[in-house]
């Protein structure tokens, strides 16, 4: 199976299936493992690097749930499709653009990805689409237990799993869902959720990067601590927080429908034509529109769009996607008319 | 003829024709007169005040032009009646809002209106669609010599007509043109083309108010000299400058359209999509839409739509049209949903 093939579809962590799925857009349970008697990936040499990889890439073929997964190679990737693989949270910016022995494997429909030789040997991650955090664990740890079997891991009966970063020491485990709140951005009761969150030891930021603004009301909400608590109490803490904010943006929601009804409807319809009109359109701007859309889809006030076809447009149009549709690199000014064209077809 | 039936209609003004009405919307031309024997309106008492409405009513009845003209005397009219007048450029602010007796006669297209002591006891204006300033001085010249066979005018051989403002005196006329320049805006050449009509003696500003801001990049030009010139000269001066700026509004048009289509063809189906869903809408979006749907015609982009049909929206989506139309004071929330509402039905 190529990368073009697995491509041409949305991956399945995209269906907008799953509990909570009008609010919580997906769930991601990522374990980090090392391999006894090799340096971190950061200290390796290039034989040491090659031998981690065929290590896990052959271990990985004894996996059931792994059947039919392709292999890639980043270093044979050219730069464009290693942004398509970044863009579709299948790699990290550092796997897209590092140096060095680096590979990933990538189940059919995009719910697994194992990144060897990122800052760890073995980044396994799961995504579900939903609030489905103990679903994605149970994969993640199907798969762990299975490669435990036949790989020996770096592990201080003290400390837990070693990993190249503290941060991840113990567990190695991070989980994080990306969660949908325009009632709380409008009502402006966001800022104290995100206090509230910030303050019970879990991490919450915008979508895109940690330093820059919060794009289309999508926040990622994460651990931060992997040592002195199991991986079950970790998955039940942030199951029972998401859920609680879950519940302030449905009656952030109502508030708005019930006194601010016309604005909101003008919010969403405005989103909805100037999808369906622009001639050229930024990802930022994308990213806004698709979100009010997606809050009226989510209240009933647009009826003839599903949340696939929104989340297709939010992953196809970011910038390496575009170019990848194309079969070659544009410049930013036309990837805004192709990103506008993109849109004005799939919503016609 | 009763202000509610004249009002059901869009003034013949605003109908889309005329010289160049791709770029000039409409042409004005107004005259002061004063009474011999009275004082101008600021010192005139009550009495003096219904005399000079008497004779000049009086004197209309023999103008074979303002057969049919209706006749309103403005503090019989409630607030709302006369700031519809106002909204239409039938009346001015001051005589809207000033107190007492005045009076304005007004044609069955609204072509022409005479306030009556307003600044001046006589304020004679016509307004033409398009670049139509000589026609337009044709009917005030016509008029205004059917009155001044009845009414004794004060007037100086040395000065000419005398006015309650001196910047009037002389011809006491006002020429002004209200022009649509998207295409200067947009490449960025209006500030050059301001410095050079304001240098040559004539007086630019945005379409609102003094002070405010350029909105839906309409602008008036004016006259500033009322004395020493005739009045074919300075309609000859307006109508000259006016063509030189039509022509280049035309060339940056052109520019627009050869190196920057895609912005223009996005900026045009932009506000005609955003016109056609807002729910909540206030008038200075509804003019910048606007403003780009008219561009949008003028360059054929929009094939569907007349410049008659925005012309109305223009004119029945001011605060007071649409408070008539919905035949009660609205506050300006509900005002800016009335607004969307009827753009919408407008545009279908």
């Known amino acids: ?5 697995l491509l041409r579809l949305t991956g399945k962590w995209l269906d907008g299936t799953g509990s909570c799925s009008d609010i ?7 374990l980090a493992r090392n391999l006894e008697g090799f340096p971190f ?11 981690i990889i065929q290590r896990v890439t052959q271990a ?7 059947q039919g997964a392709v292999i890639l190679h980043l270093n044979k990737l050219s730069r464009l499709d290693r942004e398509v693989l970044m863009e579709r949270h299948l ?14 494997i990538i189940t059919e429909q995009e719910t697994v990805s194992i990144m060897i030789n990122e800052e760890d040997h073995i980044r396994l991650q799961c995504l579900q689409s939903g609030l489905e955090l103990k679903r994605a664990f149970e994969v993640t740890n199907s798969i762990d237990n299975v490669l435990a079997e036949q790989l020996i891991y770096s ?13 991840n020491v113990g567990t190695g485990m991070r989980t994080s869902i990306l969660i949908h709140m325009p009632g709380l951005v409008l009502t402006h009761k966001i800022q104290k959720l995100l206090q509230t969150v910030s303050r019970i030891g879990l991490f919450i930021r915008g979508l895109y990067g940690e330093g820059s603004d919060v794009m289309g009301n999508l926040f990622q ?25 879950v519940i302030y943006e449905q009656s952030a929601r109502e508030d708005l429908m019930k006194n601010n009804r016309e604005l909101v409807e003008d919010k969403v319809w405005r989103a909805y034509s100037l999808l369906r009109s622009a001639r050229v359109i930024n990802s930022e701007e994308t990213l806004e529109l698709l979100s009010a859309i ?15 076809t929104l989340n297709e447009i939010l992953l196809l149009t970011q910038p390496a996607h575009l170019q990848m549709i194309a079969g070659k690199q544009l410049e930013a000014s036309v990837r805004d008319i192709r990103r506008a064209e993109f849109i004005r077809k799939k919503l016609k």
Request: aromatic share 8%; proline share 4%; net charge positive.
């Open 1 to 5: 199976m190529s990368l073009h093939y």
């Open 24 to 30: 919580v857009i997906s769930s991601r349970v990522r």
């Open 41 to 51: 990936p950061e200290r390796a040499d290039r034989r040491q690097l090659r031998e």
């Open 60 to 66: 990985v073929k004894n996996v059931p749930y792994l």
């Open 91 to 104: 790699i990290s910016y550092e796997h897209a653009t590092g140096e060095g022995d680096k590979a990933v």
């Open 155 to 167: 592990f201080s009966p003290r400390y837990g799993f070693l990993t190249a970063c503290p941060t």
């Open 221 to 245: 909400i994460s651990n931060q601590v992997t040592l002195g608590q199991s991986e079950i109490e970790i998955i039940n803490n942030m199951e029972k927080v998401a859920r609680q904010v």
């Open 294 to 308: 997606r809050l009226g889809i989510n209240l009933n006030i647009i009826k003839y769009i599903d949340i696939r």
